[in-house]
């Protein structure tokens, strides 16, 4: 009966239902909308950064991701890729060479990172494969040839089947210098790693750098992303004793994660602050519907109703106007992010955060993005309707009858 009571009363003020419904809705569909846009811009950077280069678990040498040296190396990747391979969530790895080297291409010469790869491992890894936007990909068999990220290319002026000559420094002291012929050019402009990047087979690299089969990174791609921090940690379990570090992607780039994160904590703000705005509209209309009810919660307490009555009589009409208000909010926010999520919204100059650039704003459907709104307007409307029912479950009914 209270609830079939509180329904009805929702629709005796009709002006003020309206606007309390509207400011719940949007309220609503703004926190959906936030989460929709911070899950969809992070899990699409996420994954394009751990999928085109990262992988979602590294293995190093132990401090090599602090002091990367040319020294310091995994000495048995073979036995490691075995380990890596036996668990389950894992679909792929790949073992990777890295040094800076001096490249040179006519008259033209600049600094440069030699990135030695497996051809037919780094392909099934990550997206090194379907990223050469010239050119072709490196064969499978160890030849004198190299791929350049595009800022490197443009840098040297080189195009396809230029040479290129690369001078460094060798495991044994030597110095390292060699011709190759560029066969391909990787990404575009909007990447800062493809500035540097030298990409040749991993055998010539190790040959290059005097390495024998040492390599320095082992790079790891789960089927589920989310597991990565878990499975950093079995890795660990596994290879405890060994002269290797195992971190997840959030310890690989944590200047990106630590961004991140911090942008997460900025939309929580947001969110806070949406939500006190619209605890604001629902205490004023609470409050007011008190105030002008005053006689009648007067006439009820006098005809034998009790405190509680009335105090669940106000909760209930403010839970319904909560309920309208999440469905229509949940409506919108998911029309919202379905059309950012298909369309996104161009930058007009793309944006560098983190250490990565993008170019687009997207959204993302999720039950995250409705459940968490849907929680934060129900119980901020909720508990900002506590005070006023409780005084109104305190009225004085001979006082009340009184009040015109």
């Not at 459940?371 to 029912?389: C, E, M, R, Y």
């Not at 009914?397 to 015109?404: D, G, I, L």
């Amino acid at each position: 009966m209270v609830l079939k009571i509180a329904f009805r009363n929702c629709f005796r003020q009709r002006r003020r239902s309206v606007l309390t419904l509207a400011a719940m809705a949007g309220g609503f569909a703004l926190c959906s909308l936030s989460i929709g846009i911070s899950d969809g811009t992070y899990l699409g950077l996420i994954e394009a950064f751990t999928r085109n280069r990262t992988g979602h678990v590294q293995i190093h040498g132990k401090g090599y991701l602090d002091k990367p040296t040319l020294y310091n190396t995994i000495d048995d990747p073979v036995r490691l890729g075995e380990t890596v391979e036996s668990l389950d969530v894992v679909e792929a790895w790949t073992p990777r060479v890295y040094s800076p080297v001096l490249a040179a291409v006519d008259n033209k010469t600049t600094g440069a990172r030699i990135v030695g790869v497996l051809p037919g491992r780094e392909a099934r890894t990550t997206r090194l494969k379907l990223n050469v936007s010239a050119g072709r990909f490196l064969t499978m068999r160890s030849e004198p040839e190299v791929m350049l990220g595009f800022g490197l290319a443009e840098s040297l002026g080189a195009t396809t089947d230029d040479e290129v000559i690369l001078i460094g420094q060798a495991a044994d002291g030597s110095i390292a210098n060699d011709v190759y012929r560029v066969v391909g050019i990787v990404g575009d402009g909007k990447d800062p790693y493809q500035r540097v990047a030298c990409y040749m087979h991993l055998k010539e690299a190790q040959s290059f750098l005097e390495l024998g089969h040492r390599v320095h990174e082992m790079a790891v791609v789960l089927e589920d992303p989310s597991a990565s921090v878990r499975t950093a940690s079995k890795l660990k379990s596994l290879l405890a004793g060994g002269p290797v570090a195992v971190s997840p992607w959030q310890v690989v780039e944590r200047a990106f994660y630590r961004a991140m994160q911090a942008d997460v904590q900025g939309m929580w703000i947001s969110l806070g602050i949406i939500n006190l705005i619209v605890a604001i509209g629902v205490l004023n209309t609470v409050l007011m519907a008190i105030m002008e009810r005053t006689r009648e919660f007067g006439v009820l307490r006098a005809l034998g109703t009790r405190p509680a009555a009335v105090f669940l009589l106000i909760l209930g009409e403010t839970a319904c106007l909560s309920v309208f208000g999440v469905l229509i909010g949940g409506g919108l926010g998911m029309i919202c992010n379905t059309i950012l999520a298909k369309h996104g919204i161009v930058y007009p100059t793309p944006v560098e955060y983190g250490g990565y650039v993008f170019d687009r704003l997207i959204s993302m459907v999720s039950f995250r993005s409705v459940w968490i709104p849907a929680v934060l307007t129900f119980g901020t409307a909720v508990l900002v309707s506590l005070i006023p029912a409780t005084r109104a479950a305190r009225v004085a009914p001979a006082r009340a009858m009184r009040t015109h």
